[in-house]
């Protein structure tokens, strides 16, 4: 059957497998990938089947791993790479902007690095220091990037096939709480542009915009102030590099409101760049100023006070109430 109600994680390990498959020049590389699965098992099976030459386990040393992508990729490979936690990507942060992201433009278009960066980003899993950061905005600042994050099975299966097709690098975004939310994935459907945002749940008096793992946050706000006579509507982004501000805007000329959530701080993130430009897009539209929810500026927190840092439902609510207010 082609539709099957897979968990994100196995959704991601069907696309790579696809990918895989499909094209001998894709390679996956990353720390603990082959023999043990992913620390997520995300990519079980996948060295048993392709074996070790397709799928590498890497020595700890990101720098060295992203280094070693770019040069496969200037070799007419597409390497996926994994970057086991969030908070690891930062040795090869240089290798990622400075060569990475600048190759295209260096060579006058003559040279591609298509490269696919995974990252299992956000928190919500209980886990130590390094391993519940949310980077994203600090990866769309950087001209040549494109950054995503899937909030679901179907878009986890489909956008990673399209992040690795592409000539340009990506930074893929995986929600890791999410991981094992399941949702139909048909796999012989025809995908939408990977960088445009869909309307999750429609509603007429507030958006709310969110990605990755606020997605599912947003769309239990949406149904809690549904139960009080509040009609949200729930606009998935998915895509953070570049931003679909087309639709958004649509939404919030309907609406006339508009909070953004995202789990990184709320201070200079994605949300900061949403709300500056949908407020010059629609400023005669809006009746209130757009608001956002996000986590504080501050270190991520140890595991027993993440709850009390991970915006939720009381606070995406309680930004909606202020907006209505107005």
């Not at 969110?210 to 509040?230: D, F, I, R, S």
Request: aromatic fraction near 8%.
């Amino acid at each position: 059957m082609a539709v099957q109600k897979l968990p994100i994680a196995k959704a991601i390990n069907e696309s790579l497998r696809t990918a895989l498959e499909n094209d001998p020049k894709v390679l996956v590389m990353g720390e603990d990938v082959g023999v043990l699965g992913g620390v997520f098992r995300v990519t079980d099976g996948l060295q048993k089947d392709f074996g070790e030459e397709r799928v590498i386990d890497t020595p700890l040393a990101e720098s060295g791993i992203v280094g070693t992508a770019i040069g496969l990729a200037l070799r007419g490979y597409r390497p996926v790479v994994e970057i086991q936690f969030d908070g690891f990507v930062f040795p090869a942060y240089d290798q990622i902007v400075t060569q990475l992201a600048k190759m295209h433009a260096r060579a006058l278009g003559k040279i591609k690095t298509p490269v696919v960066i995974r990252i299992p980003y956000g928190g919500g899993i209980g886990a130590v220091e390094h391993h519940s950061e949310s980077p994203e905005a600090l990866f769309a600042h950087v001209p040549g990037l494109k950054v995503v994050s899937p909030s679901n099975a179907s878009d986890a299966y489909w956008m990673l096939q399209q992040a690795i097709q592409s000539d340009d690098p990506v930074i893929f975004f995986e929600p890791k709480r999410r991981y094992w939310d399941k949702g139909d994935v048909d796999t012989e459907a025809v995908p939408g542009d990977l960088h445009k945002a869909v309307v999750a749940r429609e509603g007429t008096d507030l958006t709310l915009v969110a990605y990755g793992p606020m997605v599912k946050v947003c769309l239990e706000a949406a149904a809690a102030a549904a139960e009080e006579g509040t009609s949200l509507e729930v606009v998935d982004l998915r895509s953070i590099s570049p931003m679909d501000f087309d639709t958004v805007q649509r939404s919030v000329e309907k609406t006339r409101h508009l909070v953004v959530a995202h789990e990184a701080a709320v201070f200079l993130g994605s949300g900061a760049e949403l709300a500056a430009r949908i407020t010059e897009r629609c400023f005669y539209h809006l009746e209130a100023p757009v608001l956002r929810v996000g986590g504080y500026h501050a270190p991520y927190p140890p595991a027993r006070l993440e709850e009390e840092y991970l915006p939720g439902l009381d606070r995406v609510l309680d930004a909606v109430d202020r907006s209505l207010a107005y």
